[in-house]
């Protein structure tokens, strides 16, 4: 049975978002996979505990033939299918195990006498991971990096938007990246998280890019861990400074932070699940900042939102949030920021109001285009 050979494919295969039948089990692939994977695992969670605890107390042809048995007849014909069916959807995915060993060869070998022939993954899973490792860590080390920064609320998101450069971690994390960034739907594995980016540069870098803008960002995105040499590769870039006065950073978080995020819940959940969920989600992350906020200053910032949500409730009016948003941004990020921003202050390259920082990075971007051109 064929087997993909190594590097040069498995760029290939994320190039061209080549489709994958992951046939590990369930609680791997929860674990981290890949994009344009389907998981069709050959043994469920249950089966492949089985057959791991055979191998240990009998050996290797003892927990083969255990799996033959639990796979076989039935299950096996109806997992036959399964693999047939996704294959008339997608006839040139590639199948992949953990190592690209027994499990794969199996699946190929029963596809084979079912009339079907597709290759797999040689190394798998742990080749494919390795690669993307691999990229992800070469591309923090090799290319230039530039950090765009500012007070909470400034929308820097939003800038990212308009930058030809910019690589939106926070989108890759599906966290918006501070105490009350957490978006309904959860965020991805970290393995996932990881392979998101590395494949995204590995794509970009394909098409000539080397410098990128990213987000001020701590080495936590909610639960999402930046890969260390990227975070590191971050702690020493150069800065942008976006400047934007607080009314409008208050504003910005109003709608980001209340009115958008309300919308999610509601479009998520519905309004009978949803507003609960949503107004408990605030105050939940209200209260996670008590600890550095005091006992006084939580009960206050904590009155203001509760009497917020209150009116939004009862009207749909979110204009009251701006008191309490106002608040802890004087009390608590805006003295925390300036702090922050004062030991990186030698790093600062470029500052500016929302436009000015956009025409900066236009111009860096058209620089850079001009001299890797083949024509200079």
């Not at 096996?76 to 299918?81: D, K, L, Q, T, V």
């Not at 939580?298 to 979110?318: F, I, K, M, P, V």
């Not at 109001?353 to 058209?366: G, M, N, P, S």
Request: hydrophobic letters at 40%; one cysteine or more; aromatic letters at 8%.
């Amino acid at each position: 049975m064929s087997a993909l050979p190594l590097e040069t494919n498995l760029a290939r295969i994320f190039l061209e978002d080549v489709p994958l039948i992951d046939l590990r089990a369930p609680i791997e692939f929860n674990e981290g996979a890949f994009p344009n994977t389907v998981s069709l695992p050959l043994m469920t969670d249950e089966e492949r505990a089985q057959v791991g605890t055979c191998y240990k107390q009998q050996g290797q042809a003892a927990a083969i033939e255990l799996g033959h048995k639990l796979v076989g007849g039935a299950v096996r014909a109806a997992r036959i299918e399964g693999w047939l069916a996704q294959l008339r959807q997608q006839p040139d995915a590639l199948l992949y195990c953990f190592r690209g060993g027994l499990r794969s060869q199996t699946v190929q070998q029963w596809l084979a006498e079912a009339g079907v022939t597709r290759p797999r993954v040689d190394g798998g899973y742990k080749e494919l991971r390795r690669f993307l490792i691999d990229t992800q860590a070469s591309a923090s080390t090799e290319c230039r990096w530039t950090v765009l920064t500012g007070m909470t609320g400034s929308g820097k998101t939003h800038m990212l938007g308009r930058i030809a450069q910019a690589v939106d971690l926070e989108g890759h994390a599906h966290h918006r990246g501070s105490s009350f960034g957490q978006l309904p739907g959860g965020q991805p594995s970290n393995i996932n998280f990881e392979n998101r980016i590395a494949i995204e540069l590995l794509k970009r870098r394909h098409r000539g890019e080397t410098h990128f803008v990213v987000e001020d960002e701590s080495r936590l995105i909610g639960r999402c861990a930046l890969p260390l040499n990227l975070y590191e590769a971050m702690c020493q870039a150069p800065l942008v400074v976006v400047e934007v006065s607080q009314d409008e950073r208050a504003e910005q978080i109003r709608i980001d932070y209340v009115q958008d995020l309300w919308q999610r819940y509601l479009a998520m959940y519905g309004q009978e699940a949803g507003w609960p969920l949503f107004a408990g989600y605030l105050t939940d992350a209200m209260a996670r900042l008590k600890r550095r906020l005091g006992d006084k200053d939580h009960r206050e910032l904590d009155g203001l939102l509760q009497a917020a949500l209150t009116e939004q409730a009862e009207s749909g009016e979110t204009a009251l949030h701006l008191a309490w948003i106002r608040l802890l941004l004087t009390r608590y990020y805006d003295p925390m920021y300036r702090y922050q921003l004062d030991n990186k202050r030698e790093r600062i390259r470029f500052r500016g109001d929302k436009e000015a920082c956009l025409a900066f990075f236009a111009e860096q971007h058209a620089l850079q285009t001009h001299q890797e051109s083949p024509t200079c």
